[in-house]
């Protein structure tokens, strides 16, 4: 999957049902490939520590059911958006 599509498919799906933690809104901003067999996804977000496995889960349910992936494993890991000042 290309960068661009999986970050669409995530970005309309927080549209339409944003992920919260203890009224927190949590930020999502990009979607990557990093590998295949078993597929991997690494998510690009703010505050990965408040994110938990239903959070997790919401991207995979969603991932599946875009793209018909039935009975295939999908792993997805997590990864801090710099600030600016770690740019």
């Given at each position: 999957?290309?960068?661009?599509r999986?970050?669409?498919?995530f970005m309309d799906a927080v549209k339409k049902t944003p992920l919260?933690?203890?009224k927190k809104r949590l930020n999502f901003y990009h979607a990557r490939q990093v590998g295949s067999a078993?597929?991997?996804?690494?998510?690009e977000v703010r505050?990965?520590?408040?994110?938990?496995?239903h959070h997790l889960a919401f991207f995979e349910n969603v991932l599946r059911k875009e793209e018909n992936?039935?009975?295939?494993?999908?792993?997805f890991y997590l990864k801090e958006k710099p600030t600016s000042s770690q740019k």
């Open positions: 999957y290309t960068e661009r999986l970050t669409d498919i919260f933690k203890i078993p597929l991997r996804i690494e998510l505050n990965k520590e408040l994110y938990e496995d992936l039935k009975s295939v494993p999908i792993f």
